[in-house]
Each structure stands twice: as C-alpha cells, then as structure tokens.
C-alpha cells in the first residue's frame, strides 16, 4: 500500500536519523524507497488523505498530542496503537484502538502485531533497528518497565539484524547539550525524601529544550535516594512543561494527570499555558508525598505502584 509518514516537524534529531541513514545507506523496505522520502509534513500529508485512508496513530491517543490535528481529523478511518494509560481526551471514533499499558513500549506493541501478518511482512534491519531503539529509549535501556515480552520483542528484532551500535550512535549528544544538562542538575533540589526537581528557566519552547528537560529527570532518578525526577522548563513565551520520571516505586503519570497532563506510569508530562515554577511547585511536592506513602502503606495496590 502507498504509505506516509506524518511528521510534526524536522528537528535535530530528524536531521541526525537522515545522515546516519544516508551514511550507512540502509535500505529501509523492500523496494528500496528510504523511510525519509515518505516522511511528510501535516500540510503535506493532508492532501493525500481520501476517505479511504487509514490513519495509524501510534504511542499517543489524545488529539492534542498528534503531529497533525488536521490530518486526524481528516482521515475517517483511525487505529490507534499505544501503550500509555487510557485518558479521558482519548481519541474516539476508531476502527481499532489497541492500548496495552502494561507493555513497556509502543514499538513492542508493533512487533508483537507483525507476528499476526503473513511471512510476506518480513523486517528489514533498518526496521527491526528502530522499533528495538523505540525500545531501548522507553525502558531506559531494559532498566524500568520490562516483562518477559519484551525481551521476546527485543530477541526477535536481533535476529531480524537490529543494530544496538547503529541505535547508540543515534543516542548520543554533543558536548554542549552534555554541559546544559550538568548545569540543570546541579541546580537541582531535593524538597522532600525521593523527590528531585530541576528548574530550567528562559527557554526557547522548541524540541531541544523538552529533550533536555526529559534527559535531566531521567538522570535525577538515577540519583541515590531519589525516586522521583521532575524537570521544569520555564518557556519565554510564558507556557511550562514537567518531564517526570520514576524508578519504578511511584506512578509519576498519575501525578501529572492531576496537573492536566498524563505519560505512562514511569514517564509522563504535561505542558501549561501562563504558569510559572513556583505556581506549580508545592502542588508537584504534595502530589508525590502522596504517592509515596500510599507506595509504602499499600505495597500490593498496583495502581500506585509501577
């Protein structure tokens, strides 16, 4: 089938997937058509979309979260594949809504599906590269949110031929994003025991500084003591959004549900409009002190526990 790829937009890191792809001229299907000839943006892709189109929404389901509002709302026939926990915003109106939250990842959702397909949907290792890098980044590299599945999914990716030096080089950062990330967590604070909030003020409100707010509490949690990481990015425009993390021990998603936003249950976020850090910050502070003594009086409640 004619397929494309809607794209929110052409950030570093798009950049940096297309040269690598280019220097180790990967072909990434069987025709030989690379995967960056078909990624679109939404203005692109809208044209294209007829009331036979299938449009498949993958690791998100809220509206406010698609790379093309336009596109979605287009397209009359809709899947939905994710593996964050339902929210109430969900995209309604779908031919087939797969939501796993118990799966580490989207990307393990997706190998599991092709299993169901003929022998004729074979993997490329170019394919088979980015859902095991998909992975990788969700699990923090198989550290938190791991079953048997998914290193089942992880198996059958390196055998199809995934490259994990291919993934690490895609994974690295340059010395300048290094230093700006060190500068965040050295500033960091600890308000109350298992919780470290770093706060980044003045920032532009584009793709590198949620990356570096999501690289910062995915660091504070590997700090000793803590088991939750937030990092709060301050925009010029006067929006804010929290990265969270946890280590396992606390539902950060729940946490960010009640600030309007949402994630999985040791990764989410949210994004407010004309909000400081200090309007947000005792809020964020009760919220985990919370959860953190329902994780230590109800150790078997699942729901609170990740």
């Known amino acids: 089938k004619e397929t494309y790829i809607v794209s929110s937009e052409h950030n570093a890191y798009y950049k940096r997937i297309t040269e690598v792809l280019d220097n180790e001229n990967i072909i990434l299907s069987a025709n030989e058509t690379k995967y960056i000839d078909i990624m679109l943006s939404g203005a692109d892709a809208l044209p294209l979309v007829t009331n036979k189109s299938l449009l498949v929404i993958v690791d998100h389901h809220r509206e406010v979260l698609s790379?093309?509002?336009?596109?979605?709302?287009?397209?009359?026939?809709?899947?939905i594949i994710d593996h964050h926990r339902r929210a109430e915003d969900i995209i309604g109106d779908?031919?087939?809504?797969?939501?796993?939250?118990?799966?580490?990842?989207?990307?393990?959702?997706?190998?599991?599906?092709?299993?169901?397909?003929?022998?004729?949907?074979?993997?490329?290792?170019?394919?088979?590269?980015?859902?095991y890098a998909g992975i990788v980044l969700d699990t923090k590299n198989?550290?938190?949110?791991?079953?048997?599945?998914?290193?089942?999914?992880a198996a059958l990716l390196r055998r199809c031929g995934a490259n994990p030096n291919l993934i690490r080089q895609l994974f690295k950062d340059d010395l300048s994003f290094v230093q700006q990330k060190a500068k965040l967590i050295a500033g960091a604070k600890m308000p109350i025991p298992g919780l470290?909030?770093?706060?980044?003020?003045?920032?532009d409100n584009d793709t590198m500084s949620s990356v570096l707010a999501a690289q910062t509490a995915d660091t504070l949690i590997t700090i000793e003591s803590v088991a939750v990481g937030m990092a709060i990015v301050e925009y010029k425009d006067g929006s804010l959004s929290i990265s969270a993390r946890s280590d396992g021990s606390v539902n950060v998603q729940v946490i960010m549900e009640e600030l309007g936003g949402g994630g999985h249950q040791t990764v989410a976020g949210v994004q407010l409009a004309n909000k400081r850090a200090r309007d947000v910050e005792a809020q964020i502070i009760a919220l985990t002190k919370k959860q953190l003594e329902e994780c230590r009086t109800d150790e078997s409640n699942s729901f609170t526990r990740c």
């Open 67 to 79: 790379a093309s509002k336009a596109v979605l709302q287009a397209a009359k026939n809709r899947i």
């Open 94 to 131: 779908t031919t087939l809504l797969y939501l796993e939250p118990s799966s580490s990842s989207t990307s393990e959702l997706v190998t599991e599906l092709i299993g169901y397909f003929d022998d004729r949907l074979d993997i490329t290792p170019a394919e088979a590269t980015a859902l």
């Open 142 to 153: 198989f550290n938190v949110q791991t079953g048997e599945r998914t290193f089942e999914a």
């Open 196 to 203: 470290s909030v770093a706060v980044m003020r003045n920032a």
